[in-house]
């Protein structure tokens, strides 16, 4: 009797312990986290970024999925694919927001900013025996504006069509592009990059294909925004980009950078991965120095012109406030719950 007790009872105890394993692997959350193309120097920014979040003991698993970047990720955030994303640019977050330009059709109001990573320019590299000198020197010229679907891509072709430059535009993979370019089956390639540096994964190709950067003239950068508001430019002074000194003065667009997610992402997940993020950017740096020097919480609201701007995710308000940051009325969402 005493022995078939202990079996009861051990039965009974093998039952909780198994119910609370079970209890705490459904209190993790799990998230599927857009990227970019796995060749791509920005990928390492995802890797490390992903890293610090699940590192930080939150209750959060973040997965890395290899993508095509700021349109795809948006459009299978929306499906419900991807929990939120990071390689997005403003631009591009605030056109599904609006349902305009390339999200004509499919506004997408749930759409919440996370936070920054930096500003970079979609710059325009050409082989230097090319003798592409400038944008409208492209005219008639095999070029990859970036890869399918990314939002560098569709803005180089929207400004060849204000323009009216006639480039031949080869959207491809990243890898495919390079290949391309040291085939000589096309003169350049659009590559994001930091302000004041080539991308990374370009210095080793520039050993053995010698490259440059071009931009717009001014003239240029206005007749572009008067048709596209939204899609911002910076002057960039000859000797600026380390390793090109001789590109320049030239006008490159420069959109904001960061990550996004949906209201679908409670707000107490995202002020969790984004404190994650924030706490672990020592490390995310020494990955990708490109985001040296940015503040991924306050630079949103400091850069963000009026009217250029998508709702922050509440958890990026809590977790502002919380920094003492001043987060100004039309960024935060009406989901916001004062913490």
Same mark, same amino acid.
């Given at each position: 009797? @005493?022995?078939? #007790?202990? *079996?009861?009872?051990? =039965?009974?105890? +093998?039952?909780?312990? !198994?119910?609370? /394993? ?104 050409? @082989?230097?025996? #090319?003798? *592409?000198?400038?944008? =409208?020197?492209? +005219?008639?010229?095999? !070029?990859?504006? /970036? ?109 904001? *950078?960061?990550?996004? =997610? ?78």
């Amino acid at each position: 009797m @005493r022995k078939r #007790s202990l *079996v009861l009872m051990a =039965a009974v105890v +093998a039952m909780f312990l !198994f119910a609370g /394993g079970s209890l705490a692997a459904d209190d993790t959350v799990y998230l599927n986290m857009g990227s970019t193309s796995s060749t791509s120097g920005l990928y390492a920014w995802c890797v490390t970024g992903a890293a610090v979040m699940n590192k930080a003991d939150i209750g959060v698993r973040v997965t890395v999925v290899e993508s095509g970047a700021a349109l795809d990720n948006l459009r299978r955030m929306k499906e419900g694919t991807f929990d939120f994303a990071f390689c997005v640019d403003l631009p591009s977050a605030m056109q599904m927001y609006k349902g305009m330009d390339s999200f004509e059709g499919e506004q997408w109001q749930d759409v919440r900013w996370l936070f920054v990573r930096n500003i970079i320019a979609d710059r325009v590299y050409v @082989r230097e025996d #090319s003798g *592409v000198k400038n944008w =409208a020197d492209l +005219a008639g010229k095999s !070029f990859c504006p /970036g890869m399918p679907g990314s939002s560098g891509a569709n803005y180089m072709m929207k400004i060849d069509e204000v323009l009216g430059t006639g480039v031949k535009f080869r959207p491809a993979a990243y890898g495919d592009a390079i290949t391309l370019l040291q085939q000589k089956q096309i003169v350049g390639l659009q590559k994001s990059s930091t302000l004041d540096a080539m991308d990374s994964s370009l210095m080793e190709v520039n050993l053995t294909t010698p490259i440059t950067a071009i931009g717009f003239t001014e003239e240029e950068v206005e007749k572009v925004r008067e048709v596209y508001p939204y899609l911002n430019f910076l002057k960039t002074e000859k000797g600026v980009i380390k390793q090109l000194p001789e590109a320049g003065p030239m006008y490159e667009e420069c959109p904001i *950078v960061g990550a996004v =997610a949906s209201t679908r992402m409670s707000q107490e997940t995202a002020y969790k991965i984004i404190k994650a993020y924030v706490e672990g950017f020592e490390e995310v740096a020494a990955a990708y120095p490109g985001v040296k020097g940015w503040d991924p919480i306050a630079d949103y609201f400091k850069y963000v012109a009026p009217g250029g701007e998508i709702p922050a995710h509440a958890g990026l308000v809590q977790y502002a406030k919380e920094q003492g940051i001043e987060v100004p009325e039309r960024f935060i969402p009406a989901e916001y719950e004062e913490k």
